[in-house]
Structures are given as structure tokens and as C-alpha cells.
């Protein structure tokens, strides 16, 4: 049992160490990112690498973009997901295992071959340059309705939903009352994925978004790249500052990220 502990704590301390990197390299002059040998201990550059960020970019207003932008998706494919995944584990309708199927293999065409018939139909639709536009494709989530249609299949008996249409409930009444109360867990998991998934996501939001008013981190961070030079310490002060609300985000939902991990095992 203590060697397993031990795999356990190097793999932790492997995986945290990236992130610790980067937080030194933020509070270094760029010069340190090549040193020989490499520099291990923060110094004392964090707030000035950060006020040139901020005269850089609109940090917070990028911030803000992001955030709003994330937590409505967010929202939408934990509304899109669980009604489709309630639909697809309870109910019985025509071509049910052929759409689902149809669904789940949109999962393996790469995002790359769609962007430009995508970046059609959104520059018609009038939403380049906004956060409408840099969204609404993340909105269907073949992975969160996948989820949900597994996780409802299992956490939801059959017995529960027959017994509220005897007594007269709607199938949304049954949706709201029975089925979202019991996949709290699984909108914590999905949320975290998706809401990771579009924080970090960068392509999409930097063909659609070109003015700065509507820039996001990402895009806003990519800006700060220079052709001749690159300030490594301003650029990972602005990167490690970005990676705070991810953390904050695992960290208020992490107890029931686990819960629902650990519940499908015990099941």
C-alpha cells in the first residue's frame, strides 16, 4: 500500500509540476525561460511581467468575455445534453439508435474539416465578432448527451418515472422534479468538461473574433506574440493568471466531479 502511495504522490507531483514551471517563469525576466541551468525557485517579476500584460491586452475585459461566454455554453450543453439524454434513455420513438449512433459519430470527424462552411454560415448569420457566434457551435455536445443517456440509463429507474406519469406528471414536470435532482454529479462532470473545453479552446474564437473589443484569453494572450521577440515572462504571467479561474471552477465542483466518478464504480 505505500508504494502505491508513493506512484501516486510522484504522479501528482509530475503532473503539478507544469503548472509550477509556469508560475515561475511568470514571475522571471523572459531571459530565465532559456537559462542553463533551468531556474526552479519564483522570483520577484509576477506584478511587473503582469502590468505589461495589461498594457498589452484589455486582460479583464478578455476575462469577462470569457467567463460569460463559457458559462453560457456551459449552461446550454448541460440544458441540450441531459433533455437529450433523458429522451434517449427513456422514451421510445422511431429511429432512437440511429440518431444516437448518427450523434456519437460526429464525435470523430475533426473540428478542422467544418471551420470553413461553418465560418459561412456564421458570417450570414451576422454573429462574427461576437461571443454569439464564437459559442453556438460548442452548444450540441455529442460526449455531454452521450453522458447524460448513459448516466440517466443507470441512476434513473424506469419504476420512478412510471409511477410519476400515473400520477399525471408531464414528461418535463418529470425531467425537473426527478431526473435533475439525481444527475446533480453528472452536470458537475460535464460542466467541468465543458466548461474547460471552451475556456481553453482557441482556433474557432480566433477566426471569428477580430476586433478586440470581443477578444477572448485566448486570443487576446496570441496577440501579445511578437514575429522578433517574445517576452516568455509577461506572456506565461498572462497564461498563469488565465489558468486561476479553472482551478477556482475544479476546485468549488471537484466533490461532486468525484462523486459521480466514484458512484458509477460502486454501481
Same mark, same amino acid.
Given at each position: 500500500?505505500?508504494?502505491?502511495?508513493?506512484?501516486?504522490?510522484?504522479?501528482? @507531483?509530475?503532473?503539478?509540476?507544469?503548472?509550477?514551471?509556469?508560475?515561475?517563469? /511568470?514571475?522571471?525576466?523572459?531571459?530565465?525561460?532559456?537559462?542553463?541551468?533551468?531556474?526552479?525557485?519564483?522570483?520577484?517579476?509576477?506584478?511587473?511581467?503582469? =502590468?505589461?500584460?495589461?498594457?498589452?491586452?484589455?486582460?479583464?475585459?478578455?476575462?469577462?468575455?470569457?467567463?460569460?461566454?463559457?458559462?453560457?455554453?456551459?449552461?446550454?450543453?448541460?440544458?441540450?445534453?441531459?433533455?437529450?439524454?433523458?429522451? !434517449?434513455?427513456?422514451?421510445?420513438?422511431?429511429?432512437?439508435?440511429?440518431?444516437?449512433?448518427?450523434?456519437?459519430?460526429?464525435?470523430?470527424?475533426?473540428?478542422?474539416?467544418?471551420?470553413?462552411?461553418?465560418?459561412?454560415?456564421?458570417? =450570414?448569420?451576422?454573429?462574427?465578432?461576437?461571443?454569439?457566434?464564437?459559442?453556438?457551435?460548442? +452548444?450540441?455536445?455529442? &460526449?455531454?448527451?452521450?453522458?447524460?443517456?448513459?448516466?440517466?440509463? $443507470?441512476?434513473?429507474?424506469? $419504476? &420512478?418515472?412510471?409511477?410519476?406519469?400515473?400520477?399525471?406528471?408531464?414528461?418535463?414536470?418529470?425531467?425537473?422534479?426527478?431526473?435533475?435532482?439525481?444527475? =446533480?454529479? /453528472?452536470?458537475?462532470?460535464?460542466?467541468?468538461?465543458?466548461?474547460?473545453?471552451?475556456?481553453?479552446?482557441? @482556433?474557432?474564437? !480566433?477566426?471569428?473574433?477580430? $476586433?478586440? /473589443?470581443?477578444?477572448?484569453?485566448?486570443?487576446? +494572450?496570441?496577440?501579445?506574440?511578437?514575429?522578433?521577440?517574445?517576452?516568455?515572462?509577461? &506572456? &506565461?504571467?498572462?497564461?498563469?493568471?488565465?489558468?486561476?479561474? @479553472?482551478?477556482?471552477?475544479?476546485?468549488?465542483?471537484?466533490? +461532486?466531479?468525484?462523486?459521480?466518478?466514484?458512484?458509477?464504480?460502486?454501481?
Amino acid at each position: 500500500m505505500a508504494v502505491i502511495y508513493v506512484i501516486l504522490g510522484a504522479a501528482a @507531483l509530475f503532473s503539478i509540476f507544469p503548472f509550477y514551471w509556469m508560475f515561475v517563469m /511568470a514571475t522571471r525576466p523572459s531571459a530565465a525561460y532559456n537559462s542553463i541551468p533551468p531556474t526552479l525557485l519564483p522570483g520577484t517579476q509576477l506584478v511587473a511581467n503582469f =502590468k505589461k500584460v495589461l498594457d498589452m491586452v484589455p486582460f479583464f475585459h478578455a476575462m469577462w468575455n470569457t467567463v460569460l461566454l463559457c458559462s453560457t455554453v456551459t449552461l446550454g450543453v448541460l440544458l441540450i445534453s441531459s433533455l437529450a439524454g433523458f429522451a !434517449f434513455a427513456k422514451f421510445k420513438f422511431p429511429g432512437k439508435n440511429v440518431l444516437f449512433i448518427c450523434i456519437l459519430l460526429t464525435m470523430v470527424i475533426p473540428p478542422q474539416l467544418g471551420l470553413i462552411p461553418q465560418y459561412y454560415l456564421v458570417s =450570414k448569420l451576422g454573429w462574427l465578432d461576437s461571443l454569439m457566434g464564437a459559442g453556438v457551435l460548442f +452548444l450540441l455536445n455529442p &460526449l455531454g448527451i452521450f453522458l447524460m443517456r448513459q448516466y440517466i440509463s $443507470e441512476s434513473v429507474p424506469d $419504476e &420512478l418515472i412510471e409511477a410519476a406519469k400515473l400520477d399525471g406528471c408531464s414528461n418535463f414536470r418529470i425531467y425537473r422534479s426527478i431526473v435533475l435532482p439525481i444527475i =446533480k454529479p /453528472a452536470f458537475a462532470t460535464l460542466g467541468i468538461i465543458v466548461f474547460t473545453l471552451v475556456w481553453g479552446e482557441f @482556433l474557432w474564437q !480566433f477566426t471569428v473574433l477580430r $476586433e478586440p /473589443a470581443s477578444y477572448t484569453l485566448q486570443v487576446a +494572450l496570441a496577440t501579445m506574440n511578437n514575429a522578433y521577440r517574445v517576452d516568455f515572462g509577461m &506572456l &506565461l504571467s498572462g497564461v498563469f493568471w488565465a489558468t486561476v479561474p @479553472l482551478i477556482i471552477i475544479f476546485l468549488m465542483f471537484n466533490r +461532486l466531479f468525484i462523486s459521480s466518478i466514484t458512484e458509477g464504480s460502486i454501481k
